[in-house]
């Protein structure tokens, strides 16, 4: 199985990067949240000057935060200074869009973008709806240069984030990989299901990578679930789960046992300002740090269960149920000011 990181976009990326590489990580992921931290085309580009074998992922891009002509540019461009190094995920922008106030694209949305994002890369002319009308758009670079401004001879896989059944489907139909998220072990099941939609579709499911995503901390002897460096490594992890239940207001999907402990977040979120944008206190620090009112409603069984949080023999174990689910690649949040986490996963989950 292959083993990566995760990274919110920094001023280190280009090191933090180059140290997966030199540890034996095969894939780096960045996310793609604007208003929390740097631009991911900052912290790409970093890394691809930096490493020279690590795959760079775009974890994920929201079609619409960018236009389908700029990522796909974007994308061609790192592939000319990563050549057969870049894969582009997208997703419906459960934080980049959420933070802005606004709810997941369509999925739709993410076929269209993908389609026109391969046909320029093919060179070829495509049509597609910009500010409300049909437009044709191609690339454009000087034909004795372009290889100066983008590589589109090495491919450049799409991979798509999909936590649903339509999601799966839709990843079936268009996608090179599928990106899934640790939430328990019901996330053992997915791949099983994809595959089974795979073979409905008289598709190879071996033709599709699968990735599964994780925040967690390498535990020392003795040290507790939710000791301050287990909430500070994994704590955002299970924090978002509770923005997504305080953001839907959506009591009748709340487990029984977490009513009490959401009920008194929503006594908190209630006080947030301004009142007509409580999402950016919310959404504050997302995947990235806990916020001090938060930190009472992360408790080490939450931790435990839902990251990949635990001692070493415990983490390894874990990997394996990943692996044996059919998955192919584990991949590891470091969030800032944790990077020197990137050691005790090498020496757990690589030696």
């Given at each position: 199985?292959?083993?990566?990181?995760?990274?919110?976009?920094?001023?280190?990326?280009?090191?933090?990067?180059?140290?997966?590489?030199?540890?034996?990580?095969?894939?780096?992921?960045?996310?793609?949240t604007q208003l929390l931290c740097h631009?991911?085309?900052?912290?790409?580009?970093?890394?691809?000057?930096?490493?020279?074998?690590?795959?760079?992922?775009?974890?994920?891009?929201?079609?619409?935060?960018?236009?389908?002509a700029v990522a796909a540019n974007a994308?061609?461009?790192?592939?000319?200074?990563?050549?057969?190094?870049?894969?582009?995920?997208?997703?419906?922008?459960?934080?980049?869009?959420?933070?802005?106030?606004?709810?997941?694209?369509?999925?739709?949305?993410?076929?269209?973008?993908?389609?026109?994002?391969?046909?320029?890369?093919?060179?070829?002319?495509?049509?597609?709806?910009?500010?409300?009308?049909?437009?044709?758009?191609?690339?454009?670079?000087?034909?004795?240069?372009?290889?100066?401004?983008?590589?589109?001879?090495?491919?450049?896989?799409?991979?798509?984030?999909?936590?649903?059944?339509?999601?799966?489907?839709?990843?079936?139909?268009?996608?090179?990989?599928?990106?899934?998220?640790?939430?328990?072990?019901?996330?053992?099941?997915?791949?099983?299901?994809?595959?089974?939609?795979?073979?409905?579709?008289?598709?190879?499911?071996?033709?599709?990578?699968?990735?599964?995503?994780?925040?967690?901390?390498?535990?020392?002897?003795?040290?507790?679930?939710?000791?301050?460096?287990?909430?500070?490594?994994?704590?955002?992890?299970?924090?978002?789960y509770w923005h997504s239940l305080i953001?839907?207001?959506?009591?009748?999907?709340?487990?029984?046992?977490?009513?009490?402990?959401?009920?008194?977040?929503?006594?908190?979120?209630?006080?947030?300002?301004?009142?007509?944008?409580?999402?950016?206190?919310?959404?504050?620090?997302?995947?990235?740090?806990?916020?001090?009112?938060?930190?009472?409603?992360?408790?080490?069984?939450?931790?435990?269960?839902?990251?990949?949080?635990?001692?070493?023999?415990?983490?390894?174990?874990?990997?394996?149920?990943?692996?044996?689910?059919?998955?192919?690649?584990?991949?590891?949040?470091?969030?800032?000011?944790?990077?020197?986490?990137?050691?005790?996963?090498?020496?757990?989950?690589?030696?």
């Open positions: 199985m292959d083993y990566g990181i995760v990274m919110t976009p920094t001023a280190a990326a280009g090191d933090v990067a180059a140290r997966a590489e030199a540890l034996g990580f095969s894939h780096c992921w960045f996310y793609d631009d991911i085309l900052v912290a790409m580009t970093a890394a691809a000057l930096k490493t020279s074998r690590i795959k760079l992922c775009a974890g994920v891009l929201v079609p619409s935060n960018r236009l389908v994308m061609a461009s790192l592939n000319a200074l990563a050549p057969g190094r870049v894969i582009v995920g997208l997703g419906t922008g459960n934080t980049a869009r959420r933070t802005m106030g606004l709810p997941a694209q369509k999925l739709r949305e993410i076929r269209e973008y993908t389609r026109v994002m391969r046909a320029l890369w093919r060179g070829e002319m495509v049509e597609t709806e910009l500010e409300d009308a049909p437009h044709k758009i191609q690339f454009m670079h000087p034909p004795h240069m372009a290889r100066a401004f983008v590589n589109t001879e090495d491919a450049i896989p799409v991979h798509v984030s999909a936590f649903g059944p339509k999601g799966r489907q839709l990843t079936v139909d268009i996608a090179d990989g599928f990106i899934n998220a640790w939430t328990g072990p019901a996330a053992l099941n997915d791949v099983s299901a994809l595959r089974a939609m795979c073979r409905a579709a008289g598709r190879d499911p071996a033709s599709l990578y699968t990735t599964c995503l994780n925040l967690g901390c390498v535990l020392a002897p003795g040290e507790a679930y939710d000791s301050p460096r287990a909430r500070a490594q994994a704590g955002p992890w299970p924090a978002i953001e839907d207001g959506d009591n009748a999907n709340v487990p029984p046992p977490l009513k009490p402990l959401i009920d008194a977040y929503r006594e908190i979120y209630a006080g947030y300002e301004p009142a007509d944008a409580r999402y950016i206190t919310l959404h504050t620090g997302h995947l990235m740090y806990l916020r001090p009112e938060e930190q009472q409603f992360i408790t080490g069984e939450m931790l435990k269960n839902s990251s990949l949080t635990g001692t070493a023999d415990e983490i390894r174990t874990r990997a394996q149920q990943i692996e044996a689910a059919g998955y192919d690649q584990v991949a590891v949040q470091l969030v800032p000011g944790q990077e020197e986490a990137i050691e005790d996963w090498a020496r757990v989950l690589m030696h």
